[in-house]
């Protein structure tokens, strides 16, 4: 009998986000196989997903908390290496935001023959920060070298990696230009999004009272409370929307922004129409009673809350930003496209889906193009390990 392959996962946490629910959606259907071991190494075993899983994958704790601070992720290089020298396994796929460059540094020092995969689920650091600068420019400026450093440090080591992956095509193109690859050397693989346990979640009851006969349509968002997501723009879109229009707005999801979403809902007199729940477990039984869900973020690499609620049936309304959302709804096939920022369109957009709804069926087989299984399958073939 074959010895079992060894396949390690690297996370930051287990937070509720995407990149998380990514990983455990391939954990979960890896863990089916018997010729793999799975190790899920994150840097703090914290967050909303922690008891979410698979029993067959051991967890290994490095206990250091991240910042988006240089010497916090330093710190991870020699507990990584730490853990190389010591567990030896075949293949670690890194889905460390901003500092997967940290695991190609680790495997240098631990001199072991693993086979790294820098898996890119965001913009390049400098890019991002410029994004979320122009979206709250009030904010205060983080005073790191970070962001001057990393491009550089990234063109030098992301090479030696055995492979680099990116969530979009978008993305991809903006890493090989960025980061003076080869063209085409960056690979995409769509995120594991769509698989039966998720449609059967979509199915469950919500005890919610907006979600009961004879109520208003609601609208959905679903993210961290950062400034990535551009809440503001998506309330304001919403009050004016909610001027012409009886309806409601749920925001599934928590971050550092609540006391300002709360105020600006005050201020904007929706109290009664706006409710931020926190995270909630089973978004997708939302997402398929919600009229649409709405993204407003200024930036992504590839929004699975979109291919989500096309799953169960939700109209969708998204901002036309960096990456994702075109690749995704096929340039407004599939859902309505606005500009990033744009208050005016986003309410429009509200409008349209309301009064002229896409058939939902279609929306469903759209989001087929995203399934754990297909994507499972190219990790494999990556690897050269066959699909069961």
Not at 68 to 90: T, V
Not at 162 to 175: D, H, P, Q, T, Y
């Amino acid at each position: 009998m074959n010895k079992q392959k060894r396949i390690t996962f690297l996370l930051k946490s287990l937070e509720g986000g995407g990149i998380e629910r990514v990983v455990l959606n391939l954990l979960n259907h890896l863990s089916q196989r018997d010729d793999i071991c799975l190790d899920l190494v994150v840097a703090s075993l914290t967050g909303e997903y922690l008891n979410q899983f698979p029993p067959q994958v051991r967890v290994i704790d490095l206990q250091i908390r991240i910042e988006n601070r240089s010497k916090s992720y330093l710190k991870l290089i020699p507990a990584i290496a730490k853990y190389l020298q010591k567990e030896k396994p075949d293949y670690l796929f890194s889905h460390l935001p901003i500092a997967n460059v940290i695991t190609v540094m680790s495997k240098v020092i631990a001199r072991v023959p693993v086979s790294i995969f820098l898996v890119e689920h965001t913009l390049l650091f400098n890019s991002l920060l410029q994004r979320e600068k122009r979206s709250l420019n009030d904010r205060p400026k983080r005073l790191d070298i970070l962001p001057i450093l990393l491009p550089m440090i990234m063109q030098w080591f992301y090479p030696q990696a055995n492979g680099i992956i990116a969530v979009s095509k978008g993305l991809a193109r903006e890493l090989e230009m960025s980061l003076k690859l080869k063209p085409n050397s960056v690979q995409v693989i769509y995120n594991p999004v769509i698989d039966d346990n998720l449609l059967f979640k979509s199915r469950l009851p919500i005890e919610h009272p907006w979600f009961q006969p004879n109520q208003p349509p609601v609208l959905l968002a679903i993210g961290r409370l950062t400034a990535q997501k551009d809440y503001q723009s998506l309330l304001y879109a919403f009050a004016r929307f909610r001027e012409q229009f009886p309806a409601k707005l749920l925001i599934l999801g928590e971050g550092e922004l609540r006391s300002e979403l709360e105020a600006l809902v005050s201020k904007l007199s929706l109290e009664n129409d706006v409710f931020l729940p926190g995270f909630v477990s089973n978004p997708y039984a939302y997402m398929s009673q919600a009229t649409a869900l709405v993204l407003s973020s200024v930036w992504e690499a590839l929004p699975t809350v979109l291919i989500e609620a096309m799953a169960c049936g939700c109209q969708v309304i998204s901002t036309d930003c960096p990456y994702g959302p075109d690749e995704i709804l096929e340039q407004g096939k599939y859902g309505w496209l606005v500009p990033v920022q744009d208050v005016t369109a986003l309410a429009t957009a509200m409008h349209q889906a309301l009064n002229s709804p896409i058939n939902p069926d279609k929306l469903k087989l759209r989001s087929q193009s995203f399934t754990v299984e297909q994507a499972v399958s190219n990790y494999l073939t990556i690897i050269d390990l066959k699909k069961a």
